[in-house]
Nanobody
Framework: QVELVESGGGSVQAGGSLRLSCTASGDTANRYHMAWFRQAPGKEREGIGV????????YGNSLMEAQFTISRDTAKNTLYLQMNSLKPEDTAIYYC?????????????????WGQGTQVTVSS
């Protein structure tokens, strides 16, 4: 079973950028569809995007696709989330997750392995 550890969160001013990392251990990351989610206080967990086992990517919506970029370094067994033009409403805990389901998904209930999350705080 793969284990996931996120890093790279922190505090940033509006308009800034951050890159989050999700390092997998215990298994090869490219066997899994891997996704980034976020959860703001009082809100449901929201899917940002998926990196598929075949190297494809899709995002939750066009706004996320414009602001976020998901990539993977196979040699480092690591998934990344590049976040640009951050806004206060991007403040949330960001999670990566992995699934062995046949088809990639952005539904949280389709993922059975989660990292511990990393806090991102964007100030105005």
């Amino acid at each position: 079973q793969v284990e996931l550890v996120e890093s790279g969160g922190g505090s940033v001013q509006a308009g800034g950028s951050l890159r989050l990392s999700c390092t997998a251990s215990g298994d090869t990351a490219n066997r899994y569809h891997m996704a980034w989610f976020r959860q703001a206080p009082g809100k449901e967990r929201e899917g940002i995007g998926v990196f598929t086992t075949r190297g494809g990517r899709f995002y939750g919506n066009s706004l996320m696709e414009a602001q976020f970029t998901i990539s993977r370094d196979t040699a480092k067994n690591t998934l990344y989330l590049q976040m640009n033009s951050l806004k206060p409403e991007d403040t949330a805990i960001y999670y990566c997750a992995a699934t062995l389901l046949q088809y990639p998904s952005l539904a949280p209930h389709d993922y059975d392995t989660w990292g511990q999350g990393t806090q991102v705080t964007v100030s105005s």
